[in-house]
């Protein structure tokens, strides 16, 4: 991918986790900027206080893409979704939303196909073949417009 994203958002709760995912992204080099959240409440408050160019955290406009987790203490990755629901029509740009986790729960891939939130499901650990078959995928122009076809 010639073009980078401008952010990319990681909202997870473990840090080695969290570690790996930013040298992945780093060696993908396909964002601008990696932001990494620890928690679905500290993301719910980095959506709901910024808007679009008046971003605080970082310099960009909002994420383009979100990997999030599901199983998280204070607020999961469930809970965080039906929250983001009720904000998201604040952001004219809607990041895609990718579950990245070690549930193994066919319940949990399901409610996720069923989430029109949710762009993907994903097992943990996150690789560099998943980062580029998800940019490829949902950032690609020439890949969107073959799918649009389809």
């Not at 992945?24 to 080099?29: G, K, P």
Request: one cysteine or more; charged letters at 30%; hydrophobic letters at 40%.
């Amino acid at each position: 991918m010639n073009q980078k994203l401008n952010c990319v958002m990681i909202i997870d709760d473990d840090e080695p986790t969290n570690f790996i995912s930013k040298i992945l992204f780093e060696e993908a080099d396909c964002t601008r900027h990696l932001e990494v959240l620890n928690s679905g409440l500290k993301a719910l408050d980095y959506f709901t206080n910024n808007k679009p160019g008046e971003n605080k955290l970082c310099n960009f406009k909002m994420p383009d893409l979100v990997f999030l987790d599901i199983n998280m203490p204070c607020m999961n990755g469930w809970e965080f979704l039906e929250e983001y629901k009720k904000i998201k029509n604040r952001h004219l740009e809607k990041p895609v939303i990718i579950l990245l986790t070690t549930s193994l729960n066919p319940d949990d891939r399901l409610r996720a196909e069923n989430n029109p939130e949710v762009s993907g499901f994903e097992s943990k650990p996150l690789t560099a073949e998943i980062i580029k078959r998800i940019v490829k995928t949902h950032f690609d122009p020439a890949v969107r417009s073959v799918a649009t076809m389809l």
